[in-house]
Each structure stands twice: as structure tokens, then as C-alpha cells.
């Protein structure tokens, strides 16, 4: 290979994960059409094959691999919330194929009394779902769970020697906690994958999280283990964006964690020159560890529906050269955007700055 040629990338994806039709997220009760769409994989897939990267189809990876970062209940939940959905009367009775949650049981509600899981499916999904735009139908637990597949297989190959892999994830991940799923999220591929770097033999793992939203899904899975540091920059929660109750710059971790989490949040309309900073900074604070698990949203980019960030695809592809330059093994794992005529580019480009030849 020359030097400055871009390396080939194993790319792990799966067929299975076209499966999950958000359709509709209900969103302040109205139901938008949802931006977290099958036609992200094709529009990955094309820019990474026409990039010359090396496609890899998933296969069933085992099962426990879930339970080291999520609750069994939240698992079969998931598992199964399609299923009983449309055991009931919903689709005769209002026309709605997907798991909606109706209530919500947090401490507002239950106040103290011994409350148990509802009967209901529909009453019992807001046990788990922590938002309403994110609903389970056909197809989401198949196609979640390939996601959580391409993860972890693709930190097996790092595990393996890869010196980067690439896993198309979708739907995303970095917004589910422990027990609970949200933010177009259902199960934490890039937990999955430290996790799998970890129990192959990496001591201490870097998680790089890109995406414009802070993962407070990643970031509570990790907040009080030192194994395990999580670094996000994103959009400020205080500006009023998701996950708005958590990414403030003074979370930084818990007990034996404490100072192994850091959130730099950005002011809305934020462009490369500060981002670029922030990610440096992110690539510096992980360099340290033995391996890295890159989160990467595209949704900063400038066109993007869903963020007010300014990133380019230069920016993105400088992103990539600053955390190659840790020398770290790294799975880089799908999460956000959602501007479908620009969003396998970014991605190319991420991957083109992170994969340039030449030794490491
Ligand atoms: C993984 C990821 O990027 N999740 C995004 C979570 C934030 N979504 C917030 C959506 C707010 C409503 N957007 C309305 C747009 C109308 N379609
Ligand atoms: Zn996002």
C-alpha cells in the first residue's frame, strides 16, 4: 500500500437491520415522519463500496453479549413488545401497528407505593420506552438486534488484530441505558463493542462519541467503572436540545469512575474550528487506553435535520486523521444522521481520515 492511500476498512453490516420502519415518531403527540430510516443503511453501503472498504455480512453473535450492558427485562421487553402489541386490539381498534406507551411509571407517578409491572402492553412499554418517538414494531427487536451483532463482531475483529473496523449500525445505539431505550435507540452497540474489547484483553477502553447528541446511554452504562471512559462533544442540553437533562460539562463520572466520563457541549451553530477542538482534546484525554470505540454521528454535519451544529465533510474526515494520530485499535460504530443525500459522504470521509495508510 502507498503511503496516503486510504486503508480498507472491514465494513460489518447486515441485511437484517433494513427491518426495523420507524414509519411515524410521535413527537410532541403529533406524529412526524421518522428521519431514522432503512434507506441509511443503503446510503452507507454505497459510499462505503464505492470507497473500495471491504464488506462483511454479520452473523448471530451470542446472545449474553446483551446482558453485560442491559437489564434482562429491558431485553425481553424488546424481545417481545411487537409480539404482544399485536396480540391486543390496537390495529381494529385505533389503527396503530407499533408499541406506543401510554404512561409513563417514573417516581411522579409511582411516588413511593409498591408498583409492578402493568398488565397492559400499552400502559407497561413506558416501564422501558423513555420517550414516545421511539416505538417498537415489526421487525425493530430483529433488526436491533443485528446492529448489536455488527458491534460486536466488528471490536472482534479489532480484538482479532484489525487495527479498525467499521460497524453499520442501525438503528443507533448510544441513547440506551442499562434499562431503559430512547432517542431512535433500542440496545448500545458502541457498549457492546467496549465491552467485547474489554473481555478480549483491552484493560482500558476509550469511547469518542461524535454524534451531535450526548449518548446518555453509553455515558450511564460507563459512569462509575474507570475500565471504561466516555468522552462526548454535542450540541448543548442547556440550548434546549436532546437528551436535555443530561451532557453538561460537570458530569464526570461516579465512584471508581469519577473523571473517566467528559461531556464538552457546544454552543448551537458550531462549526469545524471549535469542534475540531473539542475532538482533539476528546483524542489527547483517550490516548491512554488500549483501545477506542468511536461512536459516529454524522448528524453535526451543517445539512443535517436534526442537529444546529456546522460540521463539514472535511471536518469529519479531519476528525478521523485526529483519532487515528492515538494509534489506538478502534471500532467505529454507526450512530446518528439523517441528511440522506450527504450522509454516506460523511461517513466515507470519517473512515478515509481514519483508515489513511501508511504505518500507524
Ligand atoms: C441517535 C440519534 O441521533 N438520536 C437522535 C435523538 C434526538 N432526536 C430528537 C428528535 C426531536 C424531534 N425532531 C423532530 C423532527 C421532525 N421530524
Ligand atoms: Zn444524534
Not at 404482544?84 to 413511593?112: I, K
Not at 449518548?215 to 436532546?242: K, L, Q
Request: hydrophobic residues 45%.
Amino acid at each position: 500500500m502507498r503511503a496516503g492511500e486510504p486503508r480498507r476498512v472491514p465494513v460489518v453490516w447486515s441485511p437484517e437491520t433494513r427491518r426495523h420502519d420507524p414509519r411515524n415518531e410521535v413527537w410532541v403527540g403529533v406524529a412526524t415522519i421518522g428521519t431514522e430510516t432503512a434507506a441509511r443503511v443503503d446510503a452507507i453501503l454505497v459510499a462505503l463500496r464505492a470507497a473500495g472498504h471491504d464488506l462483511v455480512e454479520a452473523t448471530p453473535q451470542p446472545a449474553d453479549a446483551l446482558l453485560a450492558v442491559h437489564d434482562a427485562e429491558l431485553v425481553e421487553h424488546l424481545r417481545t413488545a411487537a409480539e404482544r402489541w399485536a396480540a391486543g386490539p390496537y390495529a381494529e381498534l385505533v389503527g396503530q401497528e407499533r408499541v406506543v406507551p401510554y404512561l409513563f411509571p417514573t417516581p411522579a407517578m409511582t411516588a413511593g407505593l409498591p408498583a409492578r409491572p402493568a398488565v397492559a402492553i400499552h400502559a407497561d412499554a413506558g416501564r422501558f420506552a423513555y420517550d414516545t418517538m421511539t416505538l417498537v414494531g415489526p421487525g425493530t427487536w430483529e433488526a436491533a438486534r443485528a446492529a448489536a451483532d455488527c458491534a460486536v463482531q466488528a471490536a472482534g475483529l479489532v480484538t482479532d488484530g484489525a487495527p479498525l473496523a467499521y460497524a453499520l449500525c442501525r438503528p443507533p445505539g448510544h441513547h440506551a441505558t442499562p434499562s431503559g431505550f430512547g432517542g431512535s435507540c433500542y440496545l448500545n452497540n458502541a457498549a457492546l463493542a467496549a465491552h467485547t474489547l474489554r473481555a478480549g484483553g483491552a484493560a482500558r477502553v476509550g469511547i469518542v462519541d461524535l454524534d451531535a447528541h450526548q449518548g446518555n446511554g453509553t455515558a450511564a452504562i460507563f459512569y462509575d467503572r474507570a475500565d471504561v471512559c466516555y468522552g462526548s462533544v454535542h450540541v448543548d442540553p442547556g440550548a434546549g436540545w436532546f437528551p436535555h437533562v443530561v451532557g453538561y460539562a460537570d458530569e464526570t463520572g461516579t465512584g471508581p469512575g469519577e473523571g473517566a466520563t467528559r461531556n464538552l457541549p457546544l454552543a448551537e451553530g458550531t462549526g469545524d474550528e471549535a469542534w475540531l477542538a473539542a475532538v482533539a482534546d476528546l483524542a489527547d484525554w483517550v490516548a491512554d487506553c488500549d483501545a477506542l470505540v468511536v461512536s459516529l454521528g454524522v448528524d453535526a454535519a451543517k445539512d443535517d435535520p436534526e442537529s444546529p451544529l456546522q460540521v463539514t465533510a472535511d471536518g469529519y474526515r479531519e476528525a478521523g486523521r485526529l483519532l487515528r494520530a492515538t494509534g489506538l485499535p478502534a471500532v467505529v460504530v454507526q450512530e446518528g444522521g439523517y441528511h440522506l443525500p450527504t450522509l454516506g459522504g460523511l461517513v466515507a470521509a470519517y473512515l478515509a481520515g481514519h483508515a489513511r495508510g501508511g504505518p500507524r
